[in-house]
């Protein structure tokens, strides 16, 4: 799928340049959020310290039964053909930040990228001498 995709550095310094200062939005940041800040720092090209929203942590503070991406999807009759894949991923996201945002009684859970940044400087330190970049 990614055989005649340009370089990453290329595709994450356009990805950056397009987030901004924007917050980002993502179920289970935890796992998104140190892919690409792991491959910021890899590729020394600095996000901005974002917030970062995760709709994951919401539905959990929200006591959602079941805060799989495909279980809330369900429940909110969100449309979630594709799942797991990047775009089908991001729409349903979107979708559910909407509805939890509805719940006024809910406040988001605002994190500071930052609180990524330990956990992904430690995989790069012990991984860059394995991976090329």
Sequence with gaps: MVKEAPPLSKSL???ISFIGTSKIVAHNANFDISWLLTASIRH???????TVICTLEWAKQANESKCSLGALA????????????????AVTTK???????NM??????????????????????KYN???QL
């Design 95 to 101: 979708e559910l930040f909407f509805i939890l945002n």
């Design 44 to 50: 020394e090209v600095p996000l901005q310290n974002n």
């Design 13 to 15: 310094k356009e990805l």
């Design 104 to 125: 006024k009684h809910i406040d988001k859970p605002d994190i500071p990228l930052s609180n990524y940044r330990d956990t992904c400087l430690k995989i790069v330190e």
């Design 74 to 89: 369900k429940k909110y009759h969100i449309n979630h053909n594709n799942a797991h894949r990047a775009l089908a991923d």
């Design 129 to 131: 001498d394995h991976v």
